[in-house]
């Protein structure tokens, strides 16, 4: 089951799903800060729930993703916010974020997120070896954060932020929520245009 709409570059599809996910294996981290881009005070939050396993957010982050960075985040109009929601029950749907959030625990937050621009363009072919040459690209240690994703290290993390999700009312992805209201795709709709139309009747 999916929802659909049309983006800038194309269809952005939603991913649903309940599934229970994995184990982790070994020690893991139990706590870390929300992932922010733009003004962390600004008035509006944008709010993104993705699993990077998820198609449709493959497409949000590669089509409509950078036009938001450009016109909000880059000239600090938004606080903008990274959100884990697996819903695909994959492998990857838990892997990848921890890798992931490895980069933000090790850098920054602007390392998290040039990581994970640069790790959705091979969602069809992830691999322990791509986490680690993305991770070596944007100035992390690439083993680190290669068993960061092997073990899972951050589940704990991206469950917290999965059952946050939930409670708000987030079911599918990629959602947005700006301030409090909830944008999913819709067959026929310019996603982007939507988001950006939102946060500016918000600002």
């Known amino acids: 089951m999916a929802l659909t709409a049309t983006g800038v570059a194309g269809a952005v599809a939603g991913c649903l799903g309940e599934e229970d996910g994995p184990a982790a294996d070994g020690e893991t981290v139990d706590e870390l800060p929300t992932p922010v881009q733009g003004d962390p005070d600004s008035d509006v939050t944008v709010a993104v729930y ?23 985040i880059e000239s600090d109009r938004i606080r903008y916010e990274h959100h884990d929601l697996p819903v695909v029950n994959e492998t990857w749907s838990y892997q990848i974020p921890s890798a992931a959030r490895a980069v933000q625990d090790t850098e920054d937050d602007e390392a998290f997120f040039a990581f994970a621009e640069a790790i959705y363009p091979y969602q069809d072919e992830y691999s322990f070896d791509t986490v680690e040459s993305v991770a070596e690209e944007v100035g992390a240690d690439g083993d680190a954060i290669r068993d960061a994703a092997e073990d899972l290290t951050y ?17 599918s ?13 819709q067959q026929g709709e310019d996603f982007y245009q939507e988001i950006a139309s939102t946060i500016e009747s918000a600002e």
Not at 50 to 72: A, M, N, R, W
Not at 155 to 171: T, Y
Not at 173 to 185: K, S
């Open 50 to 72: 993705e699993d990077f396993s998820c198609p449709g957010c493959q497409t949000y982050k590669l089509s409509v993703y950078p036009e938001i960075k450009t016109e909000f």
């Open 155 to 171: 589940l704990p993390v991206i469950e917290a932020s999965s059952d946050a999700g939930q409670d708000r009312g987030v079911s």
């Open 173 to 185: 992805t990629p959602t947005v929520v700006v301030n409090d209201e909830l944008l999913t795709p």
